[in-house]
Structures are given as structure tokens and as C-alpha cells.
């Protein structure tokens, strides 16, 4: 597990080539959260001898050049080789976290951006790929999943330059992340694994998760 670094560390990051710029993916993962309603932080929960927010970036990995992991005011490792965000101004949910996220991304050439938050136990590399394929199927800003009760803004592929209008929309005292949504051009996909959306913020939800687990 590496250290979380200052967000200033990427600034003497060596910029990827411009020819792979249009291809580049960057993977974001959104580990902010203070856990409040779970009493500990969840990113750090194990389960399959990985943390919450290890499995989030190994689902990243096999798609994307680049990781980051976006924190907060509370400190917490990050597995190795993952790049590691402070938000620039804290308590302003999650959109504030993508924001900070597609902004390093763009910043290091990355076109699309999938996101991820760090309290998915049954995330998966598949559900990545294809989120990816849908967004490159037919282009829009955002693609974000569904399942048959919700959509999930946290687990979706993002173009990078959407940076600077969710940070426009933060600076007018917007913070939700799906009326953001709703004003851009998203499309939601119901993925074939619904249970790879299920997140965690109590402890009754942990033990539903290892209930679940043991079905699959």
C-alpha cells in the first residue's frame, strides 16, 4: 500500500504522449466519504483479503491507464500505483469529487474517465468494460448504470470535459450529483450484473452484502 500523497505530486507527473491522448481512460475512484452512518471507515472494510477501496481500483485497472483515488479531509492508504487526489474544497459530496477526479484525468490526456465510488463489495472489471463500450458505442457525456430501482451517478464513464462545467455548477451552490446529471447528455444502461452496484453504508448493509455474496 503506497501513501497518500499532496495533489500537487501530479503536477511533476509526466504527461502521456499526445497520440495516445484520444485513448487514454482514466479510472477515478471517490474516497471521500466520512462513513458516518456505517460508525468506521468503509473504504478499509476487507472482504476477499481486499479492502473496499482496493477492489473499487482493481476493477479500474484492467481498463484504464491511470487511477486515481480522490480523498477527503481524512487520510487512508491507497494501494500501490494509484495516484492520489485531495479535494479542493471539502464537504461538497461527490460531485465535487468528480470534479477534482475529471480535471486530474484531463490533465494527464485522459478523454473519458470511468468513475467508481469506494464502497462497491461486488464490483466487477466487467461492469467497467461495459460501461466503456456503451460509451464509446454512442457518445454522450456521461453513461452512468442502472438496475431496476435506481440509477447509480458512482458507476458510470465520464468524458474528462465535464471537469469545468460540474466545477461551474459547484461554484453556484449546486452539489447534487444527479441534477448535474440531468442537464448534461447522459444516458443510463441497466448492466447485466445488478448486483455489482449494491454499496455499502450501515452495518446492516455489510451483512446483507456477505449474505449475497455467498449466493453468487
Not at 147 to 157: I, K, N, S, W, Y
Request: neutral net charge; charged residues 25%; contains cysteine.
Amino acid at each position: 500500500m503506497s501513501s497518500p500523497r499532496d495533489s500537487s505530486a501530479f503536477a511533476r507527473a509526466r504527461a502521456p504522449d499526445s497520440a495516445k491522448a484520444a485513448t487514454s481512460t482514466a479510472g477515478i475512484v471517490l474516497a471521500g466519504g466520512e462513513s458516518r452512518r456505517m460508525g468506521s471507515d468503509k473504504t478499509q472494510f476487507v472482504l476477499g483479503g481486499k479492502t473496499l477501496l482496493a477492489r473499487s481500483c482493481d476493477a479500474l485497472r484492467a481498463s484504464c491507464q491511470m487511477v486515481f483515488a480522490v480523498l477527503g479531509e481524512t487520510t487512508r492508504p491507497v494501494p500501490e500505483g494509484v495516484l492520489v487526489l485531495s479535494d479542493d474544497v471539502a464537504g461538497q459530496g461527490p460531485l465535487r469529487g468528480v470534479a477534482t477526479g475529471l480535471a486530474a484525468a484531463r490533465g494527464h490526456g485522459a478523454a473519458r474517465a470511468a468513475v467508481l465510488s469506494a464502497d462497491l463489495p461486488l464490483i466487477t472489471a466487467a461492469v467497467v468494460r461495459e460501461l466503456l463500450a456503451a460509451f464509446d458505442a454512442d457518445p454522450v457525456e456521461a453513461v452512468i448504470a442502472a438496475d431496476e430501482t435506481r440509477t447509480h451517478p458512482l458507476v458510470g464513464v465520464y468524458s474528462t470535459a465535464l471537469a469545468e462545467p460540474a466545477t461551474r455548477a459547484l461554484d453556484r451552490g449546486e452539489r447534487g450529483m444527479m441534477r448535474f446529471l440531468d442537464a448534461r447528455d447522459t444516458r443510463k444502461i441497466m448492466v447485466k450484473e445488478p448486483f455489482a452496484l449494491s454499496n455499502v453504508n450501515t452495518p446492516q448493509e455489510w451483512d446483507a452484502i456477505a449474505r449475497l455474496r455467498s449466493q453468487l
